[in-house]
C-alpha cells in the first residue's frame, strides 16, 4: 500500500511540474512573439510611412503621425497572430525627425495562472547620416 502511495505522489508531482514547465515555455514564447511583431511592425512602418518627397527635395527625414498610427495598426495585425489580446499605446510620434515610441502590453490565459502578460516597449529613431553626402 505505502508503496502505490509513493508512485501515485511521484506521478503528482510530475503532473505539476510538467504544467509549470508548460506555462513558463508559453510565456517566453509569448515575449519572444511579442519583442519580433513589434520590431518587425516598426521598422515596416517606419520604411512605408517615410516622406520620400521631403527627403528628395529638402534633405528632411519626416513621417506623417496619422499615417503611421493607422499602418501600425494594420501591420501589428499581420504581424502578431497570437489568442492573447493586444494593448497598444502610443508614446509619442515624432514627425521630424522621424521617431515611434510605442508600448506594447499582451495577455492572455494560461493553465496555472489565470492570466498572464508581457510587455514591451520600443522607441525607433531616423536620422539621416550627414557623411554619407
Not at 71 to 94: C, F, M, P, Q
Request: glycine residues 4%.
Amino acid at each position: 500500500m505505502s508503496q502505490s502511495i509513493k508512485i501515485y505522489g511521484l506521478i503528482f508531482l510530475a503532473c505539476i511540474c510538467l504544467l509549470l514547465f508548460l506555462d513558463f515555455d508559453r510565456k517566453l514564447i509569448m515575449e519572444d512573439s511579442l519583442f519580433e511583431s513589434v520590431r518587425t511592425t516598426q521598422l515596416s512602418v517606419l520604411d512605408d510611412a517615410l516622406n520620400r518627397g521631403d527627403l528628395i527635395v529638402n534633405q528632411h527625414l519626416s513621417i506623417n503621425k496619422n499615417r503611421v498610427m493607422r499602418l501600425w495598426n494594420e501591420k501589428i495585425a499581420e504581424n502578431h497572430s497570437t489568442l492573447g489580446r493586444l494593448e497598444v499605446r502610443y508614446v509619442d510620434i515624432h514627425e521630424n525627425p522621424a521617431a515611434i515610441a510605442v508600448s506594447v502590453c499582451e495577455s492572455g490565459k494560461t493553465a496555472m495562472k489565470s492570466e498572464m502578460t508581457s510587455q514591451y516597449d520600443n522607441v525607433v529613431i531616423v536620422e539621416r547620416n550627414e557623411a554619407a553626402k
